[in-house]
T-cell receptor, first 111, second 119 residues
């Protein structure tokens, strides 16, 4: 599974969009990008995933560059409850079973 | 719908004691996982199971044993606890990867964690 690189921390004003980058320059063609978040040391929570097309759900949007070497998770209107550690993980969707968690990005939403 | 439930939530052990952590899921998932998380670090996989009666080692298996006697339960055992095993333990479950349709998403659902201190 490809390794990922994320900034250790970011701040965002409440109500503004939070854009969390992830670099995965060694990603292979069959690897998906997954995003999870962990609030207050609770269990990680799935947010979104994608392969090469941009994806959107009720929680966030995922923008993947055309070469797939990087992606951005967008929380369109960040709230204080979005303060968490966000993990970007790349892995194949079939065959393997393991996630490799890095240290993630600690997002702090400011009032 | 409870999802993934871990018991206990907190535990303090003395060095050398043993204990078992229980993970139960009600989503009929094939795969189950045990992770540990140390301060300031991401999760690391201890053991996992791809089905009832099967288990396999993850990234950091030493000092732990697991059993999957029933599809809905995955037990993590510490036979002789050491201070280095002080950590937060998370259980997760997922559908088997590779199946068609929605099951191919391989999303993992996590429990709330067990905080273990070994003195």
């Amino acid at each position: 599974d490809a390794k990922t690189t994320q900034p250790p921390s970011m701040d965002c004003a409440e109500g503004r969009a939070a854009n969390l980058p992830c670099n995965h320059s060694t990603i292979s063609g069959n690897e998906y990008v997954y995003w999870y978040r962990q609030i207050h040391s609770q269990g990680p929570q799935y947010i979104i995933h994608g392969l090469k097309n941009n994806e959107t759900n009720e929680m966030a949007s995922l923008i993947i560059t055309e070469d797939r070497k990087s992606s951005t998770l967008i929380l369109p209107h960040a709230t204080l409850r979005d303060t968490a550690v966000y993990y970007c993980i790349v892995r194949v969707a079939s065959g393997t079973y393991k996630y490799i968690f890095g240290t993630g990005t600690r997002l702090k939403v400011l009032a | 719908n409870a999802g993934v439930t871990q018991t206990p939530k907190f535990r303090v052990l003395k060095t050398g004691q043993s204990m078992t952590l229980l993970c139960a899921q009600d989503m009929n998932h094939e795969y189950m996982y045990w992770y540990r998380q140390d301060p300031g670090m991401g999760l690391r996989l201890i053991h996992y199971s791809v089905g009832e009666g099967t288990t396999a080692k993850g990234e950091v298996p030493d000092g732990y044993n697991v059993s999957r006697l029933k599809k809905q339960n995955f037990l993590l055992g510490l036979e002789s606890a050491a201070p280095s095993q002080t950590s937060v333990y998370f259980c997760a479950s997922s559908y088997a990867p590779g199946l068609a349709g929605i099951l191919a998403k391989n999303i993992q659902y996590f429990g709330a964690g067990t905080r273990l201190s070994v003195l």
